[in-house]
């Protein structure tokens, strides 16, 4: 359990979760020096540590994954140039229009025919058929998908997008602040899935449990360049090891338990399917959706919210629930319990 959970339920979102104290006991004595200057050893570790594991020559720490996305993103592409991917992406929706603001690029935006983009979905966008349409400079997936419910896109899928893209030589960014959770859900490496990519995000701060943090992945090359960017973004930090020390101790220890949180949504999802017409697809990882009947999902989160449960209601008919290290099996049975009775109590009166 979390340091100073008095909180309810909070099942809000992955990020929520607090260091624990040997987190923080980690980051306390870890050994820093001034990584702008000359380097922090700490994050040093953890870059490697992260090449490493995706099977790439390098890695970038970076405070969070939005900037590692925008610095991919300036990285790849020039200004006056056009980005692919879902119209669904967290780069699209949640990432204050940085694409525009900061690399000025605009983003085309795919219409997923399923879930997620598919290779099908993304190859009639990469033909420029006309000298007055705008040159197209990068590709980006997201894998697992956060705003369609932590669908994984599969490794098959995602070779088949590679090479869509390839084939209108244009590199491939893939945003994985939840590689992780695809990963452990599929037995599919974290590396099989990197080499799909030019540039890999990675994110510390969500299942993992860490405060901040994400990691870019890719070619020295590549990462030598998104240095350059990351500073000028303000993302050069000085003793960034206290913050790498919390990555690291979340690679080594809380990695290994993300299937608890995939078992953990799938009984959620049980619990609550069907309930007073409420229909759940089956969670592929940490990610519940529940689709309402009618436009009530504030008034199902207000009343679970008084009963202790905290979920968001991420669109008027759709209720999203997160499943996290601090919502250990016993809370996720009462969750359960609670958005069974709040979806009962608003939908049947
Ligand atoms: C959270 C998230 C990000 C951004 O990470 P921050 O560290 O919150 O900036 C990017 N992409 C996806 C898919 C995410 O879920």
């Not at 922090?40 to 953890?46: E, G, K, M, Q, S």
Request: glycine letters at 8%; one cysteine or more.
């Amino acid at each position: 359990m979390s340091v100073m959970s008095d909180a309810p339920i909070d099942l809000r979102s992955d990020t929520v979760t607090r260091p624990t104290l040997a987190m923080r006991r980690a980051m306390a004595d870890a050994e820093v020096g001034d990584d702008v200057l000359d380097g922090d050893p700490t994050a040093r570790r953890l870059e490697a540590m992260v090449a490493e594991r995706l099977g790439t020559e390098a890695a970038l720490f970076f405070p969070t994954g939005t900037m590692a996305n925008q610095a991919a993103i300036g990285l790849h592409t020039r200004p006056g140039t056009e980005v692919l991917l879902d119209a669904d992406s967290h780069i699209v929706q949640w990432e204050m229009a940085g694409t525009a603001a900061l690399a000025g690029v605009q983003v085309r935006t795919v219409r997923p025919s399923g879930r997620v983009m598919s290779a099908a979905d993304l190859a009639p966008y990469t033909r420029v058929t006309s000298i007055q349409a705008a040159e197209i400079s990068l590709v980006c997936a997201e894998n697992t998908h956060n705003g369609a419910g932590g669908v994984v896109t599969s490794l098959d899928d995602l070779r088949a997008l590679q090479a869509v893209a390839r084939a209108a030589n244009l590199p491939l960014h893939l945003d994985g602040a939840r590689l992780w959770n695809a990963a452990a859900a599929t037995g599919t490496s974290l590396a099989e899935f990197a080499g799909c990519a030019n540039t890999v995000m990675v994110s510390f701060s969500k299942g993992l449990g860490a405060p901040v943090g994400a990691a870019l992945a890719g070619s020295t090359a590549d990462i030598a360049r998104a240095m350059r960017i990351r500073k000028r973004l303000g993302g050069g930090m000085r003793q960034s090891g206290i913050l790498a020390a919390a990555a690291i101790y979340a690679l080594e220890h809380h990695l290994d338990r993300l299937p608890d949180d995939h078992a953990a949504a799938k009984r959620l999802a049980q619990a609550v399917d069907g309930i007073g017409g409420a229909t759940v697809v089956p969670p592929d990882t940490n990610i519940v959706m529940i689709d309402l009947p009618t436009a009530s999902a504030e008034a199902v989160s207000a009343r679970a919210r008084a009963m202790g449960l905290r979920v968001s209601a991420w669109t008027p008919t759709r209720v999203r629930a997160v499943l996290h290290l601090d919502a250990p099996p016993a809370l996720v049975v009462l969750a359960g319990a609670i958005l069974a009775r709040a979806l009962e109590e608003t939908l049947l009166s």
